[in-house]
């Protein structure tokens, strides 16, 4: 097999999980890519995800890193994957039109990975980091 399959797989793969969750269905969260083990998953930004200074909810946001931080270690470990630890650092208040957060394994092992996540504030085309994400992703074990 080769890694432009196996990278293939594991996007099929992804995109399965991803569209299975419920929480991500109900919050309307797409999986934009897997690419090269670069995660981005977006979000459009509506009144229902506010809080009451109109800013996007800080729980919206640490579900936005949890989930890239996870998928990010996913494919890193080359298979299901849930998240043990992540620590979500906010920057700014979120507003615009969607936020985007992107994540990446920074270390892997054999059962773990450490991932690094940016939450992105988008609006037209002014991009701004509003947090950022640390998170410690394991291999999923059915038992």
Same mark, same amino acid.
């Given at each position: ?21 419920? $929480? ?30 109109? $800013? ?14 996870? $998928? ?17 650092? $906010? ?53």
């Amino acid at each position: 097999m080769t890694s432009d399959t196996s990278e293939q797989n594991l996007a099929r793969l992804a995109r399965a999980v991803f569209d299975a969750q419920p $929480f991500t269905r109900l919050l309307g969260a797409e999986l934009i890519s897997t690419a090269g083990g670069h995660v981005e998953v977006r979000l459009r930004n509506r009144p229902e995800l506010q809080q009451q200074h109109g $800013f996007v909810h800080g729980g919206v946001i640490s579900y936005l890193a949890d989930n890239a931080v996870t $998928f990010a270690g996913g494919v890193a470990l080359g298979g299901d994957a849930v998240t043990s630890q992540c620590t979500v650092d $906010f920057a700014r208040p979120a507003k615009g039109e969607y936020l985007i957060a992107r994540a990446h394994a920074v270390s892997v092992t054999r059962s773990q990975a450490v991932c690094h996540c940016t939450v992105h504030s988008i609006d037209g085309e002014k991009e701004r980091v509003v947090a950022v994400a640390q998170g410690t992703v394991v291999t999923a074990r059915t038992s």
